[in-house]
């Protein structure tokens, strides 16, 4: 059965590879299963139809045959579970590359993301100054720490897996900031994965969406 997926109508991050559908289309590329895509506008996220299948109105959800889910990780959690190739065969590893995707939303996105909504939300607010560095220097400590753990390795545990999708997807967040290039085997990790097949062909589907509701 063909899993559909909802995404933005219009998506705020102008097809730029962040809004967290990308994490989705993203996994489903690497494991090779067809999927299709339902765009959702702002107004319907919040309808009921929607709030079913996300009861906070967000995207994307995943539906297949009676199973719909919400939460990117919970989502490429499935779908590593049931293809083969984006979690690894070895008790242990298969562990840890789970512990990495809880990492990627739970202890590096959020300052990340924080930042993010004071940039776009605060701006104009007079404390907004004072309170910047504060914010990028919990980024900074995030980054600094994932960058020692990466080293010179490739890959956050050994082969590409879902951890390295979602850290991935997180970092690219990031980029362009001044605080991720602070940090050389980082940029290159994110240009590795940005450089899959599979990354390339999500990239270019979300992108699509993108400019064709902007002609």
Known sequence: M???????????????????????RWALEEVGQPYEVRLVSFA????????????FGQIPTYEEGDLALFETGSIILHIAERHPGLLPGDANARAR?????????NTVEPPIVELSMASMLERDQ??????????????????????????????????????DIMMANVLLRA???????????????????????AYQRAFAAQLKVFKDANP
Not at 44 to 55: E, T
Not at 97 to 105: E, G, L, P, Q
Not at 138 to 155: M, T, V
Not at 178 to 195: K, S
């Open 126 to 163: 007079p404390w907004h100054a004072q309170r910047l560095p504060a914010l990028e220097n919990n980024i900074r400590k995030r980054l600094r720490e994932l960058s020692a753990h990466l080293a010179d390795a490739e890959w956050l545990d050994g082969a590409f897996s879902a951890g």
């Open 44 to 55: 319907q996220m919040k309808q009921p139809a929607h709030l079913a299948l996300n009861p």
């Open 97 to 105: 590359a789970i512990t990495w995707m809880f990492a990627a939303v």
């Open 175 to 197: 980029k362009g900031s001044g605080l991720l290039e602070e940090h050389p085997n980082l940029i290159a990790y994110l240009a590795r994965a940005e450089t899959r097949p």
């Open 2 to 24: 063909t899993p559909i997926i909802t995404a933005f109508e219009s998506s705020p991050d102008r097809g730029r590879g962040l809004a967290r559908d990308m994490r989705v």
